[in-house]
Protein backbone atom coordinates (compact mmCIF):
# COMPACT_ATOMS: atom_id res chain seq x y z
CA UNK A 1 0.00 0.00 0.00
CA UNK A 2 0.62 3.23 -0.63
CA UNK A 3 1.23 6.70 1.64
CA UNK A 4 -1.97 8.27 0.71
CA UNK A 5 -3.63 4.80 1.49
CA UNK A 6 -2.06 4.46 4.82
CA UNK A 7 -3.16 8.26 5.30
CA UNK A 8 -6.94 7.74 4.60
CA UNK A 9 -6.50 4.55 6.95
CA UNK A 10 -5.51 6.60 9.70
CA UNK A 11 -8.43 9.01 8.85
CA UNK A 12 -10.84 6.72 9.07
CA UNK A 13 -10.00 5.33 12.20
CA UNK A 14 -9.31 8.84 13.71
CA UNK A 15 -12.93 10.60 12.27
CA UNK A 16 -14.55 6.82 13.86
CA UNK A 17 -12.79 7.52 17.07
CA UNK A 18 -14.01 11.05 17.47
CA UNK A 19 -17.27 10.18 16.99
CA UNK A 20 -17.08 7.45 19.65
CA UNK A 21 -15.44 10.38 21.44
CA UNK A 22 -17.73 13.03 21.25
CA UNK A 23 -20.58 10.07 22.73
CA UNK A 24 -18.77 8.99 25.21
CA UNK A 25 -18.42 12.56 26.70
CA UNK A 26 -22.22 13.05 26.44
CA UNK A 27 -23.46 9.75 27.72
CA UNK A 28 -21.04 9.12 30.18
CA UNK A 29 -18.88 12.18 31.54
CA UNK A 30 -15.16 13.19 31.20
CA UNK A 31 -13.35 10.13 32.54
CA UNK A 32 -14.90 7.80 29.58
CA UNK A 33 -14.46 10.83 27.18
CA UNK A 34 -10.88 11.02 28.09
CA UNK A 35 -10.26 7.52 27.67
CA UNK A 36 -11.97 7.57 24.29
CA UNK A 37 -9.68 10.32 23.33
CA UNK A 38 -6.80 8.70 23.86
CA UNK A 39 -7.64 5.46 21.67
CA UNK A 40 -8.75 8.20 19.01
CA UNK A 41 -5.06 9.35 18.89
CA UNK A 42 -3.41 5.79 18.59
CA UNK A 43 -3.98 5.50 15.03
CA UNK A 44 -2.16 8.97 14.15
CA UNK A 45 0.13 7.83 16.61
CA UNK A 46 0.92 4.61 14.71
CA UNK A 47 1.00 6.26 11.21
CA UNK A 48 3.32 8.70 12.34
CA UNK A 49 5.59 6.39 13.79
CA UNK A 50 5.11 3.83 10.82
CA UNK A 51 4.26 0.67 13.25
CA UNK A 52 0.70 1.27 11.63
CA UNK A 53 1.98 -0.70 8.56
CA UNK A 54 3.91 -2.92 10.70
CA UNK A 55 0.24 -3.54 13.02
CA UNK A 56 -1.37 -4.57 9.70
CA UNK A 57 1.23 -6.69 8.60
CA UNK A 58 1.06 -8.68 11.86
CA UNK A 59 -2.38 -8.75 11.23
CA UNK A 60 -2.21 -10.38 8.30
CA UNK A 61 0.45 -12.95 8.89
CA UNK A 62 -1.70 -13.84 12.27
CA UNK A 63 -4.46 -14.59 9.52
CA UNK A 64 -2.70 -16.19 6.79
CA UNK A 65 -0.79 -18.64 9.80
CA UNK A 66 -4.77 -19.00 10.82
CA UNK A 67 -6.05 -20.04 7.47
CA UNK A 68 -3.52 -22.35 7.22
CA UNK A 69 -4.06 -23.83 10.52
CA UNK A 70 -7.41 -24.72 9.93
CA UNK A 71 -7.36 -25.87 6.17
CA UNK A 72 -3.97 -28.11 6.56
CA UNK A 73 -4.32 -31.83 7.10
CA UNK A 74 -1.32 -32.03 8.17
CA UNK A 75 -1.27 -29.13 10.45
CA UNK A 76 -4.39 -31.02 11.72
CA UNK A 77 -2.62 -34.31 12.36
CA UNK A 78 0.45 -32.74 14.17
CA UNK A 79 -2.01 -31.11 16.42
CA UNK A 80 -3.39 -34.93 17.13
CA UNK A 81 0.05 -36.04 17.40
CA UNK A 82 0.81 -33.59 20.24
CA UNK A 83 -2.44 -34.33 21.96
CA UNK A 84 -1.21 -38.29 21.57
CA UNK A 85 1.93 -37.36 23.35
CA UNK A 86 0.09 -35.30 25.86
CA UNK A 87 -2.17 -38.22 26.81
CA UNK A 88 0.84 -40.63 26.81
CA UNK A 89 2.79 -38.59 29.40
CA UNK A 90 -0.29 -38.36 31.51
CA UNK A 91 -0.77 -42.45 31.61
CA UNK A 92 2.61 -43.30 31.51
CA UNK A 93 2.70 -40.74 35.07
CA UNK A 94 -0.56 -42.73 36.47
CA UNK A 95 1.12 -46.31 35.96
CA UNK A 96 4.83 -45.24 37.62
CA UNK A 97 2.72 -43.92 40.20
CA UNK A 98 0.88 -46.83 40.83
CA UNK A 99 3.87 -49.40 40.60
CA UNK A 100 6.13 -46.82 43.01
CA UNK A 101 2.80 -47.56 45.47
CA UNK A 102 2.90 -50.91 45.12
CA UNK A 103 6.82 -51.10 45.28
CA UNK A 104 6.08 -48.85 48.72
CA UNK A 105 3.32 -50.99 49.97
CA UNK A 106 5.60 -54.19 49.91
CA UNK A 107 8.93 -52.48 51.27
CA UNK A 108 11.11 -52.63 48.59
CA UNK A 109 12.16 -50.46 45.00
CA UNK A 110 10.70 -50.31 42.10
CA UNK A 111 13.23 -52.36 40.46
CA UNK A 112 13.99 -54.98 42.81
CA UNK A 113 10.12 -55.50 43.46
CA UNK A 114 8.54 -58.69 41.89
CA UNK A 115 5.66 -58.74 40.36
CA UNK A 116 2.58 -60.13 42.26
CA UNK A 117 -0.64 -61.87 41.24
CA UNK A 118 -4.06 -59.66 41.87
CA UNK A 119 -5.30 -62.31 44.19
CA UNK A 120 -2.13 -62.10 46.37
CA UNK A 121 -1.51 -59.69 49.70
CA UNK A 122 1.67 -58.91 51.02
CA UNK A 123 2.62 -60.25 54.18
CA UNK A 124 2.52 -58.18 57.50
CA UNK A 125 5.30 -58.51 60.07
CA UNK A 126 4.42 -56.42 63.33
CA UNK A 127 7.80 -55.25 63.89
CA UNK A 128 8.71 -53.83 59.51
CA UNK A 129 10.18 -50.32 60.08
CA UNK A 130 7.59 -47.61 59.15
CA UNK A 131 9.23 -45.19 56.60
CA UNK A 132 9.59 -41.17 57.19
CA UNK A 133 6.32 -40.59 55.01
CA UNK A 134 4.05 -43.58 57.20
CA UNK A 135 5.38 -41.67 60.63
CA UNK A 136 4.36 -38.22 58.87
CA UNK A 137 1.27 -39.21 57.62
CA UNK A 138 0.43 -40.49 61.47
CA UNK A 139 1.12 -37.15 62.64
CA UNK A 140 -1.08 -35.94 60.43
CA UNK A 141 -3.92 -38.29 60.61
CA UNK A 142 -3.79 -37.72 64.93
CA UNK A 143 -4.04 -33.80 64.26
CA UNK A 144 -6.96 -34.84 62.13
CA UNK A 145 -8.46 -36.69 65.06
CA UNK A 146 -7.49 -34.53 67.48
CA UNK A 147 -9.60 -31.85 65.63
CA UNK A 148 -12.30 -34.09 64.73
CA UNK A 149 -12.15 -34.58 61.84
CA UNK A 150 -11.60 -38.16 60.35
Known amino acids: MEGTTWA ?51 AGSVTDWATGLVFDIFTWAGIGLAGLAVVLFVVSGVIRDRQLARAQAAGSTPATAAPKSRGSLPASSGTAAKSPIDDEMADIEALLKKRGIE
Request: aromatic share 10%; charged share 10%; hydrophobic share 60%.
Open 8 to 58: ALTAALTVAGAIWTWIAFRRRGAANGLRALGFTLLPAAAYLTGTLEMVVEI
